[in-house]
């Protein structure tokens, strides 16, 4: 979404989707993994007698409650969207003023909709052309609409394309930058979207910087470090502007120099050591290859609240180590809503035991490593102190540097106030009252100074800029093929200086786009551009004139430099519609893809994996678990509601392979590993499809690993890892792992 207008997060809240006429949902099934917010959707029903829609692989608890329910085949949500587009474009239902002013590349959807009449796109999706048509009606006749995603649309090898293509329906009808439409995205856990912000991530620095020497120049002497020194941590200067391993595939730098695995670039060197904070290991695909990788490592160390399955998993004996980290209620701070809210924290308990917050440990850390001045410098430097106070001077630290996201007005003392009064904002709009009028509850970024509102909707001319109102971001040139790429005449957000669309604020056209002369003092403090501008006079200057930082630009239909500039339908690497993967084959493998070559039409084409695999796996979350279930599994009152790893499946499907409602199953993947579990018989899945939930582990290919948990640490419930079974397969963006689309085989026990 980011290369689409500009930021790659949720553009709403959850409590604006009570303002919507209409909700669809792609993947995800809010009721059950995050039933609190499901609640606004509940509330939309009642006030505007909202229709919901789910488009899901399985009838989930989510889809109980819809009034339209599609059954789609897993891997072709981009066909399902391109069949709406077709229809919206035929019947003239699209925003034809909202395209005009404020999106590029419209006409090339529009002429690859084409392509995608109605019958071809139920024959591929699997889903009853009729019930496309009605769900297609109603989503567009019925504005403003919210698109609801989580992971179901993501976790594909065409997933940014999948990601694309929603807010591009929702840019064809207008649902941008409204109460009650926008694209709310789901994250699994209450601080995903704060991890993102702050930096971790392989390919940027806190705040989205880019990995370039002007970002690292800024980074450093905001974090008070010197430059050289922080370059010299690094094997060159050139290692310091390359994207590292993701998380998907970090294993693969371990085993890159193996015979038969892909190949990585990494320095000359495998990866040696593994340092694991806060993410359950199992929780990634491909569980074997991380066992083997774990075996392979010099060091691995495990921090976790509970003991982390990698160090369960692995066979390696020497120089594994657990470190027992705090948990949430032992440490206090800021974390990130899904909707781009802060929400302050504090502590309930000291650290018990042994245990310490995660900070502690890595202080501790870098005065091992020798450091930790440097570490914590940037905590010290708005007074020049001597020492500094966490968690405050850590969440001012951040807000004095993060510009691009606009966190310059999350000081703790605001975020503390914020807590304090939680009660005097309104659930639906987050807006204030009382002590807190003018502000939007946990200032949703941008946040642009100190005294800033806030913006609870991206993108929203409707209002100032001094209460949230923005256009898109201008990041991707003025013009292209010849086309203005600034938004149109009059699609400035109100009350600004600047009717029409302009450029991103800079030090050399300031004055010029706002209409300001700066004093001299001003020129000599002001920073080069919005996102390094220390003084903050750029954003200052900005909110004076109702003026977003970033520039007013029209949003992208079509990303150029992509291997699809408009999204395009690829069948998944391992298809059950062989028939298809001609007409729709994948992308060209590609090297050196975050340091690993990756096989996209190499293993699509390498056999017809149906043949042999020919049931799709779909994989999701369950409400009284999360993540990888450490936690969870580790409350005897949760795991009693899940105590054992289960397999849904089909009666008819389960038929077909002698296989009885509560016997014992396994479940082959195309990589050649399995897992033993449950059946359990259900309708919510069809007879060509099987559910398993990906939070247990503590059992590998039918062998229980209980006996290598500590004295004392083993959970209440154990069972196989549903990502020793899910296929190989990357995003072609962003590597994150095809776990929506794969196949499998099944047997009895």
Not at 220 to 229: E, K, L, P, R
Not at 491 to 499: C, F
Not at 569 to 594: G, Q
């Amino acid at each position: 979404m980011a290369n689409t207008w500009g930021y790659g997060a949720m553009t709403n809240s959850l409590g604006d989707i009570q303002n919507s006429k209409a909700i669809i949902i792609f993947g995800a099934n809010p009721a059950v993994n995050h039933p609190v917010g499901f609640q606004h959707f509940l509330k939309a029903k009642e006030r505007n007698n909202t229709k919901i829609i789910v488009v899901d692989p399985r009838f989930t608890k989510t889809a109980a409650k819809a009034d339209y329910y599609a059954q789609i085949r897993p891997g072709t949500d981009i066909p399902f969207m391109y069949g709406m587009l077709n229809i919206i474009f035929e019947k003239g239902w699209h925003d034809k003023n909202f395209i005009n002013d404020r999106v590029f590349g419209m006409e090339e959807i529009m002429a690859e909709a084409k392509n995608w009449p109605i019958e071809k796109v139920a024959e591929v999706t699997g889903v009853d052309a009729d019930l496309i048509v009605q769900i297609t009606k109603h989503y567009a006749n019925n504005t403003p609409g919210t698109l609801i995603w989580a992971m179901g649309l993501t976790q594909h090898s065409n997933g940014t394309s999948n990601t694309r293509m929603a807010p591009i329906l929702q840019l064809a009808l207008g649902n941008m930058g409204v109460e009650g439409g926008g694209t709310n995205i789901l994250r699994g856990h209450d601080n995903v979207q704060g991890a993102t912000d702050f930096g971790c991530l392989a390919d940027s620095l806190p705040g989205y910087y880019g990995l370039s020497e002007g970002s690292w120049k800024y980074f450093a002497s905001s974090w008070g470090v010197d430059f050289d020194w922080l370059q010299g941590r690094f094997k060159d200067p050139s290692w310091m502007n390359k994207k590292g391993f993701t998380l998907a595939r970090w294993w693969a730098g371990v085993l890159g120099e193996n015979e038969g695995e892909d190949a990585i670039h990494n320095a000359d060197t495998r990866l040696k050591a593994l340092f694991v904070m806060g993410n359950g290991i199992t929780s990634t695909a491909q569980t074997k290859k991380i066992k083997e990788a774990l075996d392979h490592l010099d060091l691995a160390v495990f921090c976790d609240p509970f003991v982390n399955e990698g160090a369960i998993i692995t066979d390696k004996q020497n120089d594994v180590y657990i470190l027992p980290a705090a948990t949430q209620f032992e440490t206090a701070g800021s974390v990130t809503a899904t909707n781009r809210s802060a929400q302050w924290r504090d502590k309930v308990i000291d650290p018990m035991y042994e245990s310490k917050a995660d900070q502690e440990i890595l202080f501790a850390l870098a005065k091992r490593l020798g450091f930790y001045d440097e570490l914590t410098a940037g905590m010290k430097i708005r007074e020049n102190k001597k020492d500094f106070n966490w968690p405050e001077d850590a969440t001012d630290e951040i807000a004095r540097i993060i510009k691009t996201i606009g966190l310059t007005g999350w000081t703790a003392k605001r975020l503390k106030m914020h807590q304090e009064n939680w009660h005097m904002f309104d659930e639906v709009s987050l807006r204030g009252y009382g002590p807190m009028t003018g502000e939007y509850y946990g200032l949703p970024w941008p946040c642009w100074t100190e005294g800033h509102s806030g913006s609870p909707v991206l993108y929203n001319i409707h209002r100032p800029v001094k209460e949230g109102g923005m256009g898109f971001r201008n990041r991707f040139g003025m013009e292209r093929d010849g086309v203005n790429l600034l938004a149109g005449k009059g699609s400035a957000p109100k009350d600004s200086s600047n009717k029409d669309g302009y450029p991103e604020i800079n030090k050399d056209n300031i004055e010029a786009v706002l209409g300001i002369t700066l004093t001299e003092d001003e020129k000599a403090r002001i920073g080069k551009n919005w996102k390094v501008d220390k003084s903050n006079i750029i954003a200052e200057k900005c909110m004076e004139a109702g003026i977003a930082p970033y520039g007013n630009a029209k949003a992208r239909a079509k990303v150029w430099g992509w291997a699809d500039e408009i999204p395009k339908h690829r069948e998944p690497l391992h298809s059950p519609r062989t028939d298809l993967t001609k007409e729709y084959p994948s992308f060209p493998d590609k090297k050196n893809h975050w340091r690993v070559d990756t096989r996209y039409i190499s293993e699509q084409s390498k056999q017809d994996w149906a043949k042999d695999f020919p049931i799709n796996l779909v994989t999701g979350r369950l409400v009284n678990m999360n993540g990888a279930g450490m936690e969870n599994r580790a409350s005897k009152y949760l795991a009693k509601l899940t105590p054992e790893m289960f397999c849904d499946i089909n009666p008819d499907l389960a038929g077909r392979y002698g296989i009885r409602d509560g016997s014992m199953m396994w479940i082959h993947s195309p990589q050649g590993t399995k897992i033993k579990v449950k059946a359990h018989y259900s309708h919510s899945v069809s007879p060509d499809r099987i559910f398993i939930p990906i939070h247990f582990a503590g059992v590998l290919e039918g062998e229980s690993l209980l006996h290598k948990y500590p004295d004392g640490t083993a959970p209440y419930a154990i069972g196989e890892s549903a990502n020793t079974v899910t296929n190989y397969g990357y995003d072609i963006v962003t590597q994150i792992p095809e776990t929506k689309g794969g196949l499998c085989q099944i047997a009895r026990v």
